[in-house]
């Protein structure tokens, strides 16, 4: 192992845990990745030393959380490169952006009759709030289909694209196939429809740089846990212009300007989206991780991820009986397979016994799992401290299922 990747692994204390007797093998970085001491320690600094509510309190703590709290928007700023703080607004995670996203962007721009674009390779997440905006506007879903390796049918997008479409939502990475899909041209296409465009960052925002100007995307939704950082916390990036034009969700404290009983009056952003006591101790942690991304560095995180995925991936074809899911061109850090006649759930258990951690089952993505006649997948995904030597040992509890099941 080099000596730059032994330095990554030092640094996360669950990755010497060991499991059922064996050392953990964690190969389910797409559900959440493993937390870096700077992310713990700044927890644990934060409730010793600095608990307080924040935007709230004239006492010291909270004058202080409210500066770290407001530092810590400006450090995603810098890393989306979005062109104002506001435009970055904390959520619990990716699930609440896109409902955030359905509910105002919807209450503001979608009416009966228009169009909004999925694809058929979405995760839940980004599925079932824009079907039930549809339901509740009148609003039809069109969806752009797959072909058989997992990549966008980009033809047929350009067909979808039409002067009714009022938003187009894809992943920017498939949580399941692990395509990395063509969001420039998507964003671009969308936009010479007239389209506004939402990006799904859930399984990109670790594992390649997200600069939001470069991209024109009109929003991008992502999870910090997913990106060595703490639960709870995720961000809606928006274009100021259409944050300000969409009412607020939530409704509360924190939120207002002026409360009668006759009549409210909202906050400026990004508080207006920003109901209620937020994570505090989150978002301060969340700086740590992405500090963690930045030394580590893009270049190695795609070269260590690139090198898994095509390990990983030589190594299984080589098993009888197993078979990809999902071969695109352009991959993140996701292997998904199946093994002939065995339950994924069966398998995942059996590795589980080996120490390996994989995810089973439908990965929340039905609609891509019936695309392709199945009911799940075993899921391998990687982080950048994952080694081959961990892929060694998922190959061999896979032969032991093999032979189990033989
Ligand atoms: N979008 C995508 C593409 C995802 O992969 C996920 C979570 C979400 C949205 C929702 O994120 P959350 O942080 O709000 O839950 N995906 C997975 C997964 O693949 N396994 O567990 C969670």
Same mark, same amino acid.
Do not use: A, Q
């Given at each position: 192992m080099n000596e730059k990747l032994q330095k990554i692994r030092q640094q996360f204390p669950i990755l010497n845990c060991e499991v059922n007797g064996k050392p953990l093998v964690y190969l389910d970085n797409a559900a959440t990745t493993q937390k870096p001491q700077s992310v713990i320690d700044r927890i644990t600094r934060y409730y010793m030393q600095e608990n307080s509510n924040v935007?709230?309190? &004239?006492h010291h703590l909270s004058q202080m959380g409210t500066a770290a709290f407001e530092e810590s928007r400006r450090a995603f700023q810098k890393f989306l490169n979005?062109?104002?703080?506001?435009e970055v607004i904390f959520t619990k995670g990716t699930t609440e952006s896109i409902n955030l996203l359905a509910f105002s962007f919807g209450a503001a721009f979608i009416h009966e009759g228009d169009e909004i674009i999925i694809s058929v390779m979405e995760h839940h997440a980004n599925i079932v709030p824009w079907q039930q905006l549809c339901g509740r506007t009148g609003a039809v879903l069109k969806v752009v289909p797959v072909n058989d390796v997992g990549e966008l049918e980009m033809e047929e997008y350009k067909k979808l694209?039409?002067?009714?479409?009022?938003l187009v939502s894809i992943a920017?990475?498939?949580?399941? &196939?692990g395509t990395v899909n063509p969001v420039a041209e998507i964003v671009r296409l969308g936009h010479e429809a007239g389209a506004r465009v939402h990006l799904d960052g859930a399984q990109a925002a670790a594992h390649v740089p997200v600069d939001v100007r470069a991209l024109d995307v009109d929003f991008y939704s992502l999870s910090v846990h997913k990106m060595y950082g703490p639960m709870g916390v995720g961000i809606l990036y928006g274009k100021a212009d259409l944050l300000n034009a969409m009412p607020p969700w939530q409704t509360g404290g924190?939120?207002?300007?002026k409360v009668t009983f006759e009549k409210t009056t909202f906050a400026d952003l990004?508080?207006?989206?920003e109901t209620g006591t937020p994570d505090v101790a989150g978002v301060l942690a969340s700086v740590p991780a992405l500090e963690f991304l930045q030394d580590v560095g893009w270049d190695f995180i795609a070269e260590r991820e690139h090198a898994l995925v095509k390990y990983a991936t030589e190594k299984l074809a080589q098993v009888d009986g197993v078979s990809l899911v999902g071969t695109a061109k352009e991959k993140g850090g996701v292997v998904s397979f199946n093994i002939d006649g065995v339950h994924s759930a069966d398998a995942a258990t059996i590795f589980d016994h080996f120490g390996v951690a994989v995810r089973s089952g439908h990965h929340c993505a039905q609609p891509i799992m019936a695309r392709y006649g199945i009911t799940g997948t075993l899921r391998a995904s990687f982080a950048v401290y994952n080694t081959e030597e961990e892929i060694d040992v998922l190959v061999k509890a896979i032969e032991k299922t093999v032979q189990m099941f033989g």
């Open positions: 935007h709230r309190g &004239l979005s062109e104002l703080p506001e694209l039409g002067p009714k479409v009022k920017h990475v498939s949580n399941t &196939l924190e939120m207002i300007n990004p508080y207006k989206f």
